[in-house]
């Protein structure tokens, strides 16, 4: 008889989204459980009894899916559940806190293609302005460029004193120098356009967080992408479907249900490898900027 995929997913939140439920169905989960309220010292136990209650054989079809709200708490609890491991008994690991790692990938992955097929370049010493910087998407996304050689810099909309903390926690656990940037006015927010090569806005949504007049101050940039489908868009003149559309201040656009395209068979192929795997897998966002990457041929 053949065995069923299950997943668990743990959530540190009250809930789990039921846009990762479906998700991972879609690709292939046959069981999903879901499991609230989570804390770091919880996760042993958990994967512990997830491991143990198959056999060996078994264990590829068992995986765990780590939801909740914040990245660094997420990537901890990968850490803990990989340590929980008992070879051979092990299961696969996935942490996709509030999508923020597969959005972030998808972003980054489209600007890569951007860049390449129509100004022959990649990421590497391009500045990025980073609007919605002390936000999980935001700062994934910075960590991704970051490591791929950007130059950096994540704005903040309530002052510089979070998104420096924000600087130098990714500086600390993940080795890349990042920028704060203090975004708490209008002209403050403006300051940063006319050195930017590349403008990624992830603030919260529904906030226009630039208008056309200040981004027309942006001459210097080649991608402006935004991540926000809730209108108004977080740069005006970013239309929700735009795909290398061009845009008042010269730069081409990526539009939110473009990137989100991506975003979602980023997440469902990367459900689908955990399904499908005959070894552990442990996928974090340097796995779904690679997948991103994949679909899009880059």
Known sequence: MSKKNILHMISPQENVSPFDVNMACDAGYDVVIPYTSVNLTDVKGLVQDAIFSRSVNNAKKTGVFICGKDASLALDMMDVAKKSMVPPFEISVFPDPAGSFTTAAAMVACTEKTLKDKFQTDLNKKKIMIYGGKGIVGGISAIMCAQNGSDCTIIGYDGIKNVQKKAEEYKSRFGVDIKPGDGSSDEMNSSFLPEADIIFCAARAGTQVLSKQQLSIAKN????????????????????????????????SIGPLTSGDIKVKTQYKMFEKMCSTDK????????????????LEI
């Open 221 to 252: 940039t080649l991608v402006l992408a935004d991540v926000n489908a809730v209108p108004p868009a977080g740069l005006e003149g970013v239309g929700i479907k735009d795909d290398n559309q061009k845009h008042d201040c010269g730069g081409l």
């Open 280 to 295: 552990p897998l442990y996928l974090n966002f340097d796995e779904a900027l690679k997948t991103a990457r994949q679909i």
